[in-house]
């Protein structure tokens, strides 16, 4: 079965900063990563994925995740924050054939200090 | 193109209950999700419909839960008989059969609480 674990429930940064974000996954075949950002009141939001290719991948916002097979790691990283990156992120991976449902971890929460 | 929309945003009910909430896709968004976060917690899967068709429903999709989608646009979450442990914000998502890996795009959720 999959599984996410976010090690990290609560996270505070200072502003400019930089962040990492950790994420381990659990699951059989080749993973299908995501990390999505959500701020109080609103919904989902897509940062970046990943599906196969270049280990490397660029999201929106400044955000980058890098995919370890070795470690079944998948960490968001940003080099400098900002004081609207404070909200909730979550890592989730999802399976390519029938409902594609996405298995989410329990979160990690960023505070930013001025 | 809107976004996914849920109505209502909120909804403070007394237990025992039915309530009923809607999801509207983006058109033309043929598979639909239904999601249910509880607080300090990542959203967890309940059912997902492609078009009308009901394909898959989680074993935390209680016999009080029924889920429609009567013409392949939007659907409801109807819970019956609500209890405490039904307080949750319930996400709707929805995505396009299009390829490989289909993203979800999710809207921003309906926070029930019952009291």
């Known amino acids: 079965a999959q599984s996410v674990t976010q090690p990290d429930i609560h996270i505070t940064v200072s502003e400019g900063a930089s962040l990492e974000l950790r994420c381990n996954y659990s699951?059989?075949?080749?993973?299908?990563l995501f990390w999505y950002v959500q701020s109080p009141g609103q919904g989902l939001q897509l940062l970046l994925k990943?599906?196969?290719?270049?280990?490397l991948v660029q999201g929106i916002k400044g955000f980058e995740a890098e995919f370890k097979r070795s470690q079944s790691s998948f960490n968001l990283r940003k080099p400098s924050v900002h004081w609207s990156d404070a909200a909730e992120y979550f890592c989730?991976?999802?399976?390519?054939?029938?409902?594609?449902?996405?298995?989410f971890g329990q979160g990690t929460r960023l505070t930013i200090n001025p | 193109d809107t976004g996914v929309s849920q109505d209502p945003r909120h909804k403070i009910t007394k237990r025992g209950q039915n309530v009923t909430f809607r999801c509207d896709p983006i058109?033309?968004?043929?598979?639909l999700y239904w999601y249910r976060q509880t607080l300090g917690q990542g959203p967890e899967f309940l059912t997902y419909?492609?078009?009308?068709?009901?394909?898959?429903k989680s074993r935390l999709l209680s016999d009080r839960f029924s889920a429609e989608r009567p013409k392949g646009s939007f659907s409801t979450l109807e819970i019956q008989r609500t209890e405490q442990g039904d307080s949750a914000m319930y996400l709707c998502?929805?995505?396009?059969?299009?390829?490989?890996?289909?993203?979800?795009?999710f809207g921003p959720g309906t926070r029930l609480t019952v009291l």
């Open positions: 998502a929805s995505s396009r059969l299009a390829g490989a890996y289909n993203e979800q795009f």
């Open positions: 058109s033309e968004h043929n598979r």
């Open positions: 419909f492609q078009n009308e068709a009901q394909l898959e």
């Open positions: 990943y599906f196969s290719g270049d280990t």
């Open positions: 699951y059989g075949a080749t993973p299908y």
């Open positions: 989730a991976v999802g399976a390519l054939q029938g409902a594609q449902k996405l298995v």
